[in-house]
């Protein structure tokens, strides 16, 4: 799977929004972006991910550049909740190692009260 | 929504015992299911793919004779850690995949500390 790139930390405010950055150059067309979060001490927890158009959940937006070649999670308004590693993965469509994950190091996403 | 359910959540072993760590999917099937161990202040590191009914795939370099994995059924996978280190407390954590979604779920993850 191709790498990403991230940023260690980002800190934020709370009700701001928070745009977490991932670059991605080697992507490859059948690569799709997944976004994970790690809050302390538990297991990853599911965010978004997308293939080329914007996503939209209850939980973030997903804006991928037209080139593929970087991404960014929004978080509209950070609550404390939300301090976390972030994790940006890539991961091909299907295939039988489908789900077999490879994280890198995250961002810390620190928010202040 | 669909669950990936550790248990237990923290286990502690006399060095040289053996431990068994379960991860059930809850509200859907998973034929494969992956194990991974985090250090503290590292990324996930993924250990083996558990195949429903048959022979686990293992990463390079982790043991395969230290590290049983029993997928007997398509909601369950076990992780048995024998003749437990000091060396093998680490946070262990499962998921699976929701074959129609294919979303990935993760367990709440389980610690494990071997004395």
């Known amino acids: 799977d191709a790498k990403t790139t991230q940023p260690n930390s980002m800190e934020s405010n709370e009700e701001e929004p928070v745009h977490l950055p991932c670059n991605h150059s080697?992507?490859?067309?059948?690569?799709?972006i997944h976004w994970y979060r790690q809050l302390p001490s538990q297991g990853p927890e599911y965010v978004i991910h997308?293939?080329?158009s914007n996503v939209n959940n209850r939980m973030a937006s997903l804006a991928i550049a037209e080139d593929r070649k970087s991404s960014t999670l929004i978080l509209h308004r950070a609550t404390l909740r939300d301090a976390a590693v972030y994790y940006c993965?890539?991961?091909?469509?299907?295939?039988?190692?489908?789900?077999?994950?490879?994280f890198g190091q995250g961002t810390i996403l620190t928010v202040h009260p | 929504g669909a669950v990936v359910s550790q248990h237990p959540s923290r286990v502690i072993c006399k060095s040289g015992t053996s431990v068994k760590i379960e991860c059930r999917s809850l509200?859907?099937?998973?034929?494969?299911m992956f194990w991974y161990r985090q250090f503290p202040k590292q990324s996930l590191m993924l250990m083996a793919t558990?195949?429903?009914?048959?022979?686990?795939?293992?990463e390079q370099g982790v043991e395969k004779d230290k590290f049983l994995i029993n997928h007997a059924s398509l909601t369950l996978s076990t992780l048995t850690v024998t003749s437990a280190h000091p060396e093998d407390s680490s946070f262990y954590i499962c998921?699976?995949?929701?074959?129609?979604?294919?979303?990935?779920?993760f367990g709440e993850g389980s610690w494990l500390t071997v004395v």
């Open positions: 998921s699976a995949r929701d074959g129609p979604t294919g979303t990935i779920y």
């Open positions: 080697t992507i490859s067309g059948t690569d799709y």
């Open positions: 997308g293939l080329t």
């Open positions: 993965i890539l991961k091909h469509a299907g295939g039988t190692s489908y789900g077999k994950l490879t």
């Open positions: 509200d859907f099937q998973a034929t494969t």
């Open positions: 558990s195949n429903e009914g048959s022979k686990a795939t293992y």
